[in-house]
């Protein structure tokens, strides 16, 4: 099984650019997570899907970010513009579903705004 | 204050070494404690797993878990070079699925 699936792996932009990352879950996990973890701290969670439904967005900065699952499967997280303290590794996660807090993570993708 | 604090380290100590690692947290209501794994410019990996207090061993592994004092350590016995990472403790209530990490404490085991 391919695992939790994420890209771009690396993206380097000027603020005020767009950007946006993609993320494949495990397949038959209900629930997804996008984390970001800033250099020297844990992850911090931004937005949890249960299937297609944002259930916890309370972290997400809505004046510039966004996301969207379409079909409840893969995901999507965007930043329009981006500014400097964006720089930070973005994390997906996925889990079973209800009942189930054991999360696997993707490998990432970090971003630098210049 | 975090609600989830963690040794800063970084550790730095010898092949076959025992590492120690602790975490403290203020929120009470927390039940599933674990600790998770990151390699340089890898995801967080699950390690342990652990409901409520107590001990769990996983071959060089083990948890520790004191509610009483809102602390919880692992340990690794024999320590390996592929044992060189950063360590995340994470926690969450019994019925939310949001998970509380602390900070890391980055390892190095020397050859």
């Known amino acids: 099984e391919a695992g939790v699936v994420q890209s771009p792996r690396y993206k380097i932009i000027e603020k005020k650019q767009p950007v946006a990352f993609w993320c494949n879950p495990i397949?038959?996990?209900?629930?997804l997570y996008w984390y970001r973890q800033n250099l020297g701290q844990g992850p911090e969670l931004l937005i949890r899907?249960?299937?297609?439904?944002?259930?916890?967005d309370s972290q997400l900065p809505k004046d510039r970010f966004s996301a969207e699952r379409l079909k409840g499967v893969d995901s999507t997280l965007k930043i329009q513009p981006a500014e400097l303290g964006d720089s930070a590794v973005y994390l997906c996660?996925?889990?079973?579903?209800?009942?189930?807090?054991?999360?696997?993570f993707g490998a990432g993708s970090r971003l630098t705004v210049l | 204050q975090k609600e989830v604090e963690q040794d800063p380290g970084p550790l730095s100590v010898p092949e076959g070494a025992i590492v120690s690692l602790n975490c403290t947290y203020s929120?009470?209501?927390?039940?599933?404690f674990m600790w998770y794994r990151q390699y340089s410019r890898k995801g967080p990996e699950l390690l342990m797993y652990?409901?409520?207090?107590g001990n769990k061993e996983d071959g060089r592994f083990t948890a520790q878990v004191d509610k009483s004092s809102k602390y919880i350590s692992l340990f690794i016995r024999d320590s390996q070079p592929s044992d060189s990472a950063t360590y995340l403790c994470?926690?969450?209530?019994?019925?939310?699925?949001?998970?509380?990490f602390g900070a890391g404490t980055t390892v190095t085991v020397r050859a």
């Open positions: 994470a926690m969450s209530r019994s019925n939310d699925y949001k998970l509380s």
């Open positions: 899907y249960e299937n297609e439904e944002a259930v916890d």
């Open positions: 996660a996925s889990s079973l579903g209800f009942g189930a807090n054991v999360l696997t």
């Open positions: 397949s038959g996990h209900n629930t």
């Open positions: 652990t409901y409520s207090s």
């Open positions: 929120n009470s209501a927390f039940q599933y």
